[in-house]
């Protein structure tokens, strides 16, 4: 038995894997006790198989005893590495030895003298839960109770905390008797310090009542209370605190891409009219091609550097609603008369910056793709024109490949003309001074006899001359 509640133990503090490879496998379930396991006579695994597997018991739910104070903090953790974050929870009585590897799995739950500290880390968040024992001045019947002087860490751990807060929570769990609605919401309105709350019924058979007021008070914390029945058991208060302070944790990271959407609506608003002057102008021809394109490749590149820099901003913001919309099924709520749930409240605030983020994102592609139509307007545009313009100029260089031919055909008929006037020139010399010599000819009827033989031989090799250096 006690090897088994230790193993238990091991689970929960995320060392199991650790302690047991992926070569051993449990024969019942993974809290079996260590000397039921037994070797693998499969064959070898895939690399990934014990992580993919054990994936489902990365993150077990807390045991909580109630009454219990949680104090819920989420940061964000861009650029803050496990190293940092480590060195945060060694600052935690007995915890100067902390050993990096136990952050590995992104997963770490320390048991500390009368409280439990449980580190997440998530893609875009880490997350910090102190489950603790609840104040006694802290019960249902308290107006506003101080929670703050009583948590089990000291302040200055809490805000050393590495990373930006998006999320702070007080879950304050307790015992009540939900058969008494009109008396149990009476005591709950007294506990918010008469703030307006929403609360609802949990679970399909009523097991528990959530309430918030969903208010930031000025410690950063905003408050939760469950209310449950004497009787409820540890882990199903565990699965409580957890579906419903990741509920307000996803809101709050599927709001972050409001701020964005609202940011960019000005900047759409200008880069579509601006588009919409460009396709005037594209249709009326009141502006050069050029000048035309260097506009719109402008508006191209901030329309695609707007993409490129929200784009994970907008899908991020879908998948978080997903997970709220997840959660707020698995509450499985019931409505209490009078009252609106948490399901309610949400969805109708959350609902319009959702939708609000998803617009702007659709808004975003539809320009970008409008954009993408208006170019390739403007580039057959200026294919046509351009066309047209090599057809002229083709016609041009034929036109003057045409003279330049006739003129050479004139030129290479006056050279022969004038080299034959030279030959001839030479050769009615030489016969002079044959003639001079004593032969009996006469130099005038010999040349002029030659003239013929003179044009046909000096054609004939300037022929030849142009075969050879332009032999096609």
């Known amino acids: 038995m006690g090897s088994l509640l230790n193993r238990h133990r091991l689970y929960e503090a995320g060392e199991f894997n650790t302690l047991f490879p992926p070569y051993w496998v449990p024969a019942m379930n993974p809290t079996a006790s260590p000397h039921l396991l037994t070797p693998s006579l499969l064959p070898p695994d895939d690399a990934d198989r014990a992580a993919l597997h054990n994936e489902v018991h990365a993150r077990p739910s807390a045991l909580i005893r109630i009454p219990a104070l949680v104090v819920y903090v989420a940061v964000l953790n861009q650029g803050v590495s496990r190293e940092t974050e480590c060195a945060h929870l060694r600052l935690l009585p007995g915890q100067a030895d902390l050993a990096l590897e136990r952050l590995s799995t992104n997963f770490v739950r320390l048991r500390l003298d009368g409280f439990t500290v449980k580190w997440e880390r998530h893609s875009e968040f880490s997350r910090y839960v102190i489950v603790q024992s609840l104040p006694e001045q802290a019960g249902l019947g308290a107006s506003n109770p101080d929670l703050q002087s009583h948590l089990a860490v000291t302040a200055d751990w809490l805000r050393t905390i590495p990373g930006k807060t998006i999320a702070a929570i007080k879950l304050v769990m307790l015992h009540a008797d939900l058969e008494t609605r009109e008396e149990t919401l009476t005591q709950a309105r007294v506990w ?3 703030n307006p709350f929403v609360a609802s019924v949990m679970g399909n058979n009523g097991h528990s009542w959530a309430v918030s007021d969903f208010v930031m008070r ?9 209310l449950a029945p004497p009787g409820t058991s540890r882990s199903r208060a565990g699965r409580i605190s957890q579906r419903l302070l990741e509920l307000e944790t996803y ?8 701020p964005i959407a609202k940011t960019l609506g000005p900047i759409l608003s200008e880069a579509e009219h601006a588009l919409f002057s460009i396709t005037a102008q594209l249709d009326n021809k009141s502006a050069s091609d050029q000048v035309l394109l260097d506009t719109l490749v402008v508006l191209a590149t901030q329309v695609e550097r707007a993409t490129a820099e929200h784009a994970y901003r907008f899908a991020a913001t879908r998948a978080y609603e997903a997970l709220v919309d997840q959660r707020i099924h698995e509450l499985r709520e019931q409505a209490i008369p009078g009252m609106q749930t948490m399901g309610e409240f949400m969805q109708r605030r959350l609902s319009p910056a959702i939708a609000t983020v998803a617009a702007t994102a659709q808004r975003l592609e539809s320009l970008s793709e409008r954009v993408a139509r208006t170019s390739a307007l403007l ?14 100029l083709l016609e041009k260089l034929t036109r003057g490949q045409a003279l330049q031919l006739r003129l050479q055909s004139t030129v290479e008929g006056l050279s022969i003309a004038a080299i034959s006037y030279y030959v001839v020139s030479l050769l009615l010399y030489g016969a002079k001074a044959l003639k001079g010599a004593g032969l009996p000819l006469n130099p005038e009827i010999t040349v002029g006899a030659l003239v013929p033989l003179v044009l046909w031989a000096v054609w ?3 022929h030849r001359i142009q075969e050879k250096i332009c032999p096609t």
């Open 460 to 462: 004939r090799i300037s």
């Open 251 to 258: 809101r709050m990271m599927a709001l972050r891409g409001l």
């Open 218 to 226: 000025s410690s950063g914390f905003e408050r939760m209370l469950v």
């Open 379 to 392: 580039r057959t545009r200026v294919d046509i024109a351009t066309a047209v313009q090599n057809q002229q």
């Open 192 to 194: 918010f310090g008469d």
